[in-house]
């Protein structure tokens, strides 16, 4: 028997773990960016049982344990919550900003959420300049980092074999390099930087070890 890493029959838990954890830590905020964006993501995963939103609950739950670590803590899990609203939902930068009543906290990450953004509205992005982009974003970098990590973490046995060997390759060739590239920018957050390559890293070796049977 597999046993999941994040059992569908708990999501209602972790989400309201994460909303209490954000009001106890009078992250208001961010508590504004989980609410606002919770409305839009209310399927299921590919997996056709875990909620949609679970997706961002568990990676906010993983960044929340490197908190001691980041430059803007609060603003980084405020874009945990935004990070697939452009590209899945058509938000503009504006919306995103307006959720807040901080002006700066707003900007940065309605920035730091573009700068994640691949795809808005039929327009692709070149992705060289998106990964600079995100290696040039204390914010960016991390989120989209700890994305990859939950991506990988659930993939098993709902991506097909050859779709997890794409994401292994870009893992390698562009998420790993522009991690590197992000400690070396911002070297306040190196023990996020380092504390999430190697999650990468180990996710993807399982990932491989599971598709070598």
Same mark, same amino acid.
């Given at each position: ?37 919770? #409305? ?17 609950? !568990?990676?906010?739950?993983?960044? #929340? ?9 609060? %603003? ?27 002006? %700066? ?23 060289? %300049? ?6 040039? !974003? ?76």
């Amino acid at each position: 028997m597999t046993v999941h890493p994040f059992p569908s029959d708990a999501a209602n838990r972790r989400f309201l773990a994460m909303k209490y954890w954000l009001l106890g830590a009078k992250y208001h905020e961010a508590l504004r960016s989980l609410n606002f964006n919770q #409305r839009f993501f209310t399927g299921v995963r590919k997996d056709g049982i875990t909620p949609e939103f679970d997706h961002h609950i !568990c990676q906010a739950q993983f960044m #929340r344990t490197l908190i001691p670590h980041l430059i803007y803590p609060e %603003q980084t899990i405020a874009t945990i919550f935004t990070h697939d609203t452009q590209e899945d939902k058509d938000v503009s930068w504006q919306e995103i900003k307006d959720i807040f009543e901080d002006h %700066q906290f707003g900007l940065l990450v309605a920035d730091a959420t573009w700068k994640v953004t691949k795809v808005f509205r039929g327009e692709k992005r070149n992705e060289a %300049q998106l990964f600079q982009d995100m290696a040039s !974003c204390p914010i960016a970098s991390l989120v989209k980092g700890v994305d990859r990590i939950h991506n990988f973490q659930t993939m098993v046995g709902v991506f097909s074999k050859e779709k997890q060997e794409k994401y292994i390759k870009e893992g390698i060739d562009l998420f790993l390099p522009m991690l590197k590239e992000a400690e070396r920018n911002f070297p306040q957050q190196e023990p996020a930087y380092k504390n999430i390559r190697t999650f990468l890293k180990s996710q993807m070796q399982l990932l491989q070890v599971i598709n070598s049977h």
